[in-house]
């Protein structure tokens, strides 16, 4: 037992651990500054949210401690059973799920509650894995391909049924380590694509849009006549991907604006890209009184307290706009409005710089792994907190839509930070038998 | 196989770092160079609260106080806290409102606001409301008291010197005067409170206090380090007499007419009535509008300051300054006589003298003493016609100069708002109005007070201030001490002296003569014990049209006087409208208060004298219809405006539909 744990004292990544307990630090600083009132007779009242977040956090050091003295051939051996097991309860949420905020994302009873989508991502990052990392697969046949890019999203299908799609959307990540893992190099290219012409034709009136294209299917076709007189394939390629993008710029997202999308998701994008939505796409119907885009308050309330945060901030619990709760949902989806505001640029440079060593780590550990198990669930976490980070704070300063994700380890959450702490302490436990090949 | 791969490793490593320098790129822009969020965020969450201090206090010569501060409460309602179960009908008894008083509040309330920010429920409660509420405040949540400072006249008088404070109006906002004020803001507008507003109302705080996003204001922001304090309004202390004010205004109730009176050796003003005058309080607080409107009707007009906005005629009691005059331009010696019998005859119409009897004009002391009309008028046409001056012009600008020096025909510099300058006429008004062609004897009334001569009481009093002085005069001021301080800048214009340049010796002939006024001429009933009075009695014809017609009035009664003549501390002047002779009535009012003022106490044997003056009811009748006449002159002439105006407007609007109409035909003719 004692050289197990001293194996396990010398292999740990105290990197990521201490890059983990950092954020973990500065996330219960943000939210205590969100909580605090001057008016508070003690510094640290337990009723406070602040205080529930330690708890968790003390719950997370647990599961950690308990990861840490299981063997690392549980999770590959269970990965399916758990994926499994997580697919029911997601199902069984759209039923019994609790109704918060018009979605039916979480169940539990009484005061506690739980987010499964959550926690599936951590079971969804174990399947992949063990899928992958099966002797008898090969990544490079095009059906495998295509179940593993199933195993992926599959929980996003429930979990988009449960209404709560911010977190659907999370589940697209996996596609960055089915990548990593030998998909084209076309996926990383069509996906920019789509999302460029999306926005596009957002922005764009859809008559020059049209014209646009064409006259650059043309002058690519002008450009490239030597090959494609003598390549009929080249010829069928440039005609078929013209067709898509005029077909998808022209129909899909018109249809796709005015059938699928609810009306706060309209309004979310084109808050984002900074344009009134248009009247084609507004369901309230053609009423006179100026149609007001809620999220563009929260969206403008978290620039507000960003901007006003200056080069050096305002200093801790002197932001006003934290300290007042001007910013909706600030403990949780922008929780980063109040690293902005009161440490301003040089403290959101560090928090940033924190995330990309936290990440570029994770990178650099997949790679030293022995076994693809350990690989592809590593690549799987990063991609998971990259996506989390990159979407979240880019929501806070208006250059994504707000959809309701929450910044890893900061944002005030048990689900959240419980499940992120265990996809961490997960990968540690993985990384401390990285010269083990596991099966 | 991992190294096969390696580019993929890069391009994800590429990605991570891409994305996560567009956010710092993004975010370093947003944070440094985009200043409208710092504003805005200033604008959502920081609340200015502007604290006004109280205003300086007022008080007398003894340091009585005469304007100062008291409290009122407001009652503020926050809808938010009221819970449902509120006793209303308890509330209503409280405050003494009924139940549909109650719900029609309510509704504006909630019309005016969000629920969760306070409004005014009812302001200003009365005391007995306070009382009620405050013993059972517990009863009712979400209503509040909050505290408010108005103004309290104490005593109750010279409300017309010590004027009142009101919220500024928009036109008052465009002048630089009030370039700092807001709308709502409160600012004195007439008397003392408008004259000294910078040094009265001291200088307002401003205080930061964070707000969160229900507009509730919560810390001060940066612990208060942007706040400055405000600063209390400065006390005034005035020369004004608060008890002799007081004596004044009750000796001249029910009687128009003013009394001003004066500290020779300062200029300071000790009282200055005009009456009818009106309680102060009642200009202040809820009811100002409703009462103000109240005295703006009245007839008599109690808001208009008679001491230093109405003119008189002087009558006789310019008569020592017309001696003043010839004296000092050696035109007479006091030994000059004049055989008066009854009338002056020198000029083409005959001018009536009240004596008749031979040698009561003997020389300037007995002339003076019975104020002889054919006297005077006289010396004024030797005064002027002096062959030291070239013409009559040029006699006339000399005796203009002289008056002018006396304090007449400009105003006096008092620290009031809108003193008169009264009329003294000079050459070119002469001039202009007989055309060059003119005499000492077409201007021989202005020598006895009538004619085109017209005073304030005020410059009476201050002329009188020359002359007790022996030839020299302070402004007429009210101000002693600004803040405590009796240099202020301020102030500094009244410590400068007037001086005229009339000889010494000529002051003890006039005012020889004016204590034989008072001890065997005709303000015999002025005289007090063991006090020199020197005086002059005045009678002031005067006209008024009524119904159509010219007639003439009641004579104004005048009197002037100062007193002791040794050390003089006292210098009056009592005007009283269409009262008759100065001797009835001015006479005893101005005795009364100098007694008042230098003995404090009002001896046994004039009580009953005292008592006729207060008693006595003096407004004339026709000041009402006078009143009516003015006003419905006023109000036809706004109709005729408004007439005119319409029909201009219609005639224009019908010029555009005639050329109109011929461009049309002229189009359509074809």
Redesign the interface.
């Known amino acids: 037992m004692s050289t197990q744990r001293r194996t396990i004292f010398n292999k740990l990544d105290w990197i990521i651990l201490f890059l983990y307990l950092t954020l973990v630090a500065i996330g219960l600083c943000a939210v205590f500054s969100v909580e605090h009132r001057?008016t508070d007779t003690t510094i640290f009242m337990m009723n406070k949210s602040y205080a529930r977040q330690f708890t968790w956090f003390g719950y997370s050091i647990l599961l950690g401690l308990f990861i840490m003295f299981t063997d690392s051939k549980v999770f590959s051996s269970f990965a399916f059973l758990l994926y499994s097991s997580g697919i029911a309860v997601l199902i069984l949420t759209i039923f019994i799920g609790v109704d918060v905020k018009g979605s039916r994302s979480w169940i539990g009873y009484g005061s506690i509650r739980f987010q499964p989508g959550e926690v599936c991502k951590i079971f969804t990052a174990m399947a992949i894995a063990k899928f992958i990392s099966l002797p008898e697969i090969n990544f490079k046949k095009f059906r495998n391909r295509i179940i593993a890019v199933c195993i992926a999203l599959l929980p996003s299908v429930f979990i988009i049924l449960q209404k709560e799609t911010g977190l659907a959307l999370v589940y697209f990540c996996f596609i960055?380590v089915l990548?990593?893992?030998?998909l084209p190099n076309a996926i990383?290219i069509i996906g920019f694509s789509a999302i460029a012409l999306v926005i596009g034709t957002l922005l764009i009136e859809r008559k020059t849009i049209f014209i646009i294209l064409t006259v650059l299917a043309v002058l690519i076709a002008f450009l490239m006549r030597f090959t494609l007189r003598r390549n009929l394939l080249a010829i069928l390629v440039l005609i078929f991907s013209w067709g898509i993008c005029i077909g998808f710029s022209q129909f899909a997202v018109p249809f796709a604006f005015k059938h699928v999308l609810q009306k706060h998701q309209i309004d979310r994008i084109y808050s984002m890209i900074g344009k009134d939505v248009p009247d084609e796409y507004d369901k309230e119907g053609g009423s006179d009184e100026k149609k007001v885009n809620s999220s563009e308050y929260n969206v403008l309330q978290s620039?507000?307290?960003?901007?006003?945060?200056?080069?050096y901030g305002k200093g801790y619990l002197?932001g006003?706009?934290t300290?007042?709760?001007?910013v909706p949902e600030q403990n949780t989806d922008f929780i980063f409005c109040a690293i902005?505001?009161q440490f301003?640029?040089v403290g959101?440079?560090f928090l940033?710089l924190v995330?990309?060593s936290l990440?570029?780590r994770i990178?650099f550990v997949a790679?030293r792994q022995r076994s693809s198990f350990s690989?592809v669930y590593a690549?799987c976490v990063?991609s998971i907190l990259?996506f989390h980070f990159?979407i979240n704070?880019?929501m806070t300063?208006g250059?994504a839509p707000v959809i309701g994700i929450t910044l890893p380890f900061l944002s005030y959450g048990g689900s959240s930070l419980i499940s992120f702490s265990a996809l961490i302490f997960i990968l540690l436990r993985l990384d401390i038998d990285r010269q083990v090949l596991l099966r | 196989m991992a190294t096969a791969e390696k580019p993929r490793q890069f391009v994800i490593i590429i990605l991570f770092i891409g994305v996560a320098s567009i956010i710092l790129l993004r975010l370093f822009f947003l944070q440094n160079f985009e200043p409208k969020y710092k504003i805005l965020a200033n604008d959502i969450a920081i609340y200015k609260k502007v604290v006004y201090p109280p205003r300086g206090v007022i008080c007398d010569r003894r340091g009585k106080v005469m304007l100062s501060n008291t409290v009122v409460y407001d009652l503020m309602i926050t809808p938010h806290n009221v819970p449902k179960n509120l006793d209303t009908a308890q509330l209503c008894q409280a405050l003494e409102i009924g139940k549909e008083t109650y719900i029609d509040i309510m509704r504006r309330v909630r019309e005016r606001n969000i629920d969760v920010r306070q409004s005014p429920f009812i302001e200003q409660l009365s005391q007995a409301q306070t009382a009620r509420f405050q013993e059972n405040t517990y009863l009712f949540p979400g209503f509040e008291l909050v505290e408010r400072n108005i103004r309290e006249y104490e005593n109750a008088c010279a409300g017309i010197v010590l004027g009142y404070i009101g919220e500024v109006s928009p036109e008052m906002l465009k002048k630089p005067r009030y370039a700092s004020y807001r709308q709502g803001d409160y600012a004195g507008l007439s008397g003392l409170e408008f004259q000294y507003e910078e040094e009265l109302r001291g200088q307002r705080g401003v205080h930061y206090l964070e707000r969160d996003k229900f507009n509730r204001p919560r810390d001060p922001y940066k612990g208060g380090s942007l706040d400055s304090q405000e600063i209390s309004g400065k006390q005034l202390d005035l020369y004004m007499d608060a008890e002799l004010q007081a004596y004044a205004e009750k000796l001249m109730l029910n009687k128009i007419g003013s009394v001003v009176a004066i500290d020779p050796k300062t200029g300071g003003i000790l009282t200055m009535v005009s009456s009818p005058s009106y309680d102060p309080n009642l200009l202040r607080g809820r009811e100002r509008a409703r009462n103000y409107a109240m005295l703006y009707r009245d007839a008599t007009r109690p808001l208009f300051n008679r001491a230093i906005q109405a003119t008189y005629q002087p009558g006789s009691t310019i008569k020592p300054m017309t001696g003043l005059f010839a004296m000092a331009t050696s035109a007479i010696t006091s030994e000059f006589g004049f055989n008066c019998r009854g009338t002056y005859y020198n000029c083409s119409r005959p001018i009536a003298c009240e004596h008749h009897d031979a040698g009561h004009a003997a020389n300037f002391r007995v002339a003076l003493a019975h104020s002889c009309n054919a006297y005077f008028c006289h010396i004024f046409r030797l005064g002027i016609d002096n062959e030291r001056f070239n013409d009559v012009k040029a006699g006339l600008q000399s005796w203009h100069d002289y008056f002018y020096s006396f304090g007449y025909g400009h105003p006096t510099g008092l620290d009031l708002p809108f003193e008169g300058k009264g009329l003294l006429p000079d050459s070119a008004y002469y001039n202009h109005r007989y055309n060059n062609t003119w005499n000492s004897c077409t201007v021989v009334f202005v020598g006895m007070g009538q004619g085109e001569l017209a005073l304030t009481p005020l410059q009476m009093a201050n002329s009188m201030c020359m002359i007790a002085n022996r030839g020299w005069y302070y402004p007429p001021h009210f101000v002693k001490a600004i803040g405590k301080n009796p240099f202020d800048q301020a102030l500094s214009r009244y410590q400068k002296k007037t001086v005229t340049n009339v000889p010494e010796p000529v002051f003890d002939i006039v005012q020889d003569a004016m204590q034989d006024v008072v001890e065997s001429g005709t303000a015999a009933g002025a005289k007090l014990d063991g006090v020199t009075i020197c005086a002059k009695t005045g009678t002031a014809e005067n006209k008024a049209i009524v119904n159509g017609e010219v007639i003439k009035m009641q004579n104004h009664s005048m009197f002037v006087a100062f007193a002791p003549r040794e050390n003089p501390k006292i210098a009056i002047a009592v005007a009283i409208e269409n009262a008759g002779f100065g001797a009835t009535w001015a006479a005893p009012i101005a005795s009364l208060l100098i007694e008042k003022y230098l003995h404090d106490t009002i001896s046994e044997k004039r009580k009953p004298m005292e008592q006729k003056m207060v008693d006595a009811h003096l407004i004339n009748r026709y000041v009402y219809s006078i009143d009516s006449v003015s006003r419905l002159h006023d109000a036809v002439s706004f109709h005729n405006r408004q007439e005119r105006k319409r029909v201009a407007d219609s005639t224009a609007r019908a010029n555009d539909s005639l050329i109109i109409k011929r461009l049309f035909d002229n189009r359509f003719r074809h």
């Not at chain 1, 990548?179 to 030998?182: A, F, L, M, N, V």
């Open positions: 001057t960055l990548y990593r893992e030998g990383l620039k507000i307290a960003i901007g006003s945060g200056g080069m002197n006003t706009s300290k007042n709760q001007f902005g505001e301003g640029f959101s440079l940033v995330y990309l990440l570029l990178v790679e690989r690549y990063a990259f990159a704070i880019s300063i250059l």
